[in-house]
């Protein structure tokens, strides 16, 4: 229904339709959803002005208008937590910027809901010109209290109601689940609007891209080494896969999600337990993923079954194309001596 010549949908219609299929929804989801790609719009406009930063001003330093220049990390982090924050929506926020659980000032309702997110991924690469991404997910509240708990944000990613992230590229796109198929988002910047660009996406079974950042070779245990050998078609009687790696997990997934292909995180004898973070990284990108026909895992576990002990806790990620990812597992299956597992 959503995409044809004559016919635009935004992303407000398009929650609102899925909505109406739940005559029991309470719209607040909705709500948060929206707040959300509000927050987007605004952190995208922010990183477009990005590269003028040494003509207006740099971090740190007044800029024309005599305000502070901020990180745009930090930016980020605070545009997101101020857009969603007042809405009795939620009940907790966690944040890769924030050592603890972020509450819901006082004066606030507090709401069913909790949001964990990355306000911007891979912001290292915003010097050099590299799309950046936000990643967020949502859980709903399991405790009895009117603020979440640390128990609420520790959910296995299963439990996730709603996930998504936003890569800032050539243009900004936002890609959504609520557990009825992934669905993305082009911004017009002309209208400001997210339109519906790529309804209900599918990842091919069989991938053409490996991402995995292999000069960490040297740490690597015999089947990691193993699994790498046979993606790129050196051992054993698969095609090879092409290596394609940004180092910012948001581009290098989008492009495997479309694409097909593996993104690898894997653990070493360097990083035991990986570097991605499980539960505002990994996890609503492993949702995402599934839902498009894709699938994720620890190396022996389904991500998304994993259950969380520490809000910032790292996973190794093998995450992408159903045939790849199997492939990790069988190779990973034959061995008990993984590292950090
Ligand atoms: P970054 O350190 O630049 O913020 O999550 C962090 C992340 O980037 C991911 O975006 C990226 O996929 C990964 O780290 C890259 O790590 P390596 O440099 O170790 O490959």
């Not at 635009?8 to 005559?23: G, N, W």
């Not at 694409?259 to 539960?279: D, E, M, N, T």
Request: charged share 20%.
């Amino acid at each position: 229904m959503f995409t044809n010549s004559t016919s635009v949908t935004t992303i407000e219609a398009f929650i609102l339709e899925q909505e109406s299929r739940y005559p029991e929804a309470t719209g607040e989801l909705s709500n948060l959803l929206y707040d959300i790609a509000l927050a987007a719009k605004i952190i995208a406009a922010a990183i477009r002005r990005a590269g003028l930063v040494n003509i207006l001003g740099s971090i740190g330093q007044k800029n024309v208008q005599g305000e502070e220049q901020q990180k745009l990390d930090v930016f980020a982090n605070e545009t997101i937590i101020k857009a969603v924050d007042h809405g009795g929506r939620l009940c907790a926020m966690a944040s890769e910027e924030v050592e603890g659980i972020i509450p819901i000032p006082e004066n606030f309702k507090c709401g069913k809901y909790c949001l964990l997110f990355d306000p911007l991924d891979g912001s290292s690469n915003i010097d050099v010109n590299v799309p950046v991404g936000t990643v967020f997910s949502i859980v709903q509240k399991i405790t009895r209290g009117r603020h979440g708990e640390m128990e609420d944000l520790l959910q296995p990613g299963r439990r996730q109601v709603a996930a998504g992230y936003v890569i800032y590229g050539s243009s900004t796109m936002l890609v959504y689940t609520t557990g009825q198929g992934a669905h993305g988002f082009t911004l017009d910047p002309s209208i400001g609007e997210f339109l519906l660009s790529h309804p209900n996406i599918r990842t091919p079974d069989e991938g053409q891209f490996l991402s995995v950042n292999d000069s960490y070779e040297q740490y690597w245990d015999e089947p990691t080494k193993k699994l790498m050998r046979r993606y790129r078609g050196l051992e054993g009687d698969r095609r090879h896969l092409t290596v394609r790696y940004v180092g910012s997990l948001v581009a290098d997934f989008h492009r495997n999600l479309l694409g097909g292909g593996v993104f690898c995180y894997p653990h070493s004898r360097k990083s035991p337990q990986g570097k991605l973070r499980l539960l505002y990284e990994a996890n609503p990108l492993a949702f995402i993923c599934e839902q498009a026909g894709g699938a994720a895992i620890d190396g022996k576990t389904r991500l998304l079954d994993v259950q969380p002990t520490d809000l910032h806790q790292r996973t190794p990620l093998f995450m992408g194309s159903k045939s790849d990812v199997d492939l990790a597992l069988q190779t990973f299956a034959h061995h008990s001596e993984l590292v950090g597992a």
